[in-house]
């Protein structure tokens, strides 16, 4: 199982930014995914999770109307599509793998290595 | 959804057995068996130590383990060794769906 991000960089306040987290090892549209950041020397702070059929969708608070994540199972890959993005918004990304198909009562296994995102002007 | 209260830092020699607590709420911990623990190196990924409370993935030496009472979620590691000197952060599914903990770094002096 890998997975790698990839889109990071450095954008302007009230800028606009699309991750992206290529899948591989394992049946991507049988499991959720999620999008978890940590800001510079912070702690883990989960973003977004989005179920096997990309169906369903949730977000954290600081995050709901401005991020928007989908996946395609075509192509493996999830996305997060990142708005209006803030100086707090600044922070490492990573995807993981979640333990079951609705990302409910689920664990992260494994993630990605991560995609810095630097919002500053 | 308030982040999950841990100790800043905890410490033990080589051998010892260190237990970092993580204190949440009746919402999330105290109403969820879905308590997950995450090992992070610097400059690394967070990587999956315990999952469900209590059971451990394939790979993870048994001398990591989880339990929960009440609202507080633990993990003990015992004979502590040089490699267990990390960052762990809890994590509890919360129905909105999930909160970390604050995180504690684990030294082995």
């Known amino acids: 199982v890998q997975l790698v991000e990839s889109g990071g960089g450095l954008v302007q306040p009230g800028g606009s930014l699309r991750l992206s987290c290529a899948a591989s090892?394992?049946?991507?549209?049988?499991?959720?995914m999620s999008w978890v950041r940590q800001a510079p020397g912070k702690g883990l702070e989960w973003v977004s999770s989005?179920?096997?059929?990309?169906?369903?969708?949730n977000y954290a608070d600081s995050v709901r109307g401005r991020f928007t994540i989908s996946r395609d199972k075509s192509t493996n890959t999830l996305y997060l599509q990142m708005n209006s993005l803030r100086g707090e918004d600044t922070a490492v990304y990573y995807c993981?793998?979640?333990?079951?198909?609705?990302?409910?009562?689920?664990?992260?296994?494994?993630w990605g290595q991560g995609t810095l995102v630097t919002v500053s002007s | 959804q308030s982040a999950l209260t841990q100790a800043r830092s905890v410490s033990g020699s080589p051998g010892q057995s260190v237990t970092i607590s993580c204190t949440g709420t009746?919402?999330?911990?105290?109403?969820?068996?879905?308590v997950s623990w995450y090992q992070q190196h610097p400059g690394k990924a967070p990587k999956l130590m315990i999952y469900d409370v209590s059971k451990r993935p394939p790979g993870v030496p048994d001398r990591f383990s989880g339990s929960k009472s009440g609202n507080t979620a633990s993990l003990t590691i015992s004979g502590l060794q040089a490699e267990d000197e990390a960052d762990y952060y809890c994590c509890s599914y919360a129905g909105s769906p999930y909160v970390f903990g604050t995180g504690t770094k684990v030294t082995v002096l």
């Open positions: 993981a793998k979640e333990a079951n198909y609705y990302g409910s009562g689920s664990y992260f296994d494994p």
């Open positions: 989005v179920s096997g059929s990309g169906g369903s969708t």
């Open positions: 090892g394992f049946l991507f549209s049988s499991y959720a």
């Open positions: 009746s919402s999330d911990v105290g109403n969820y068996n879905y």
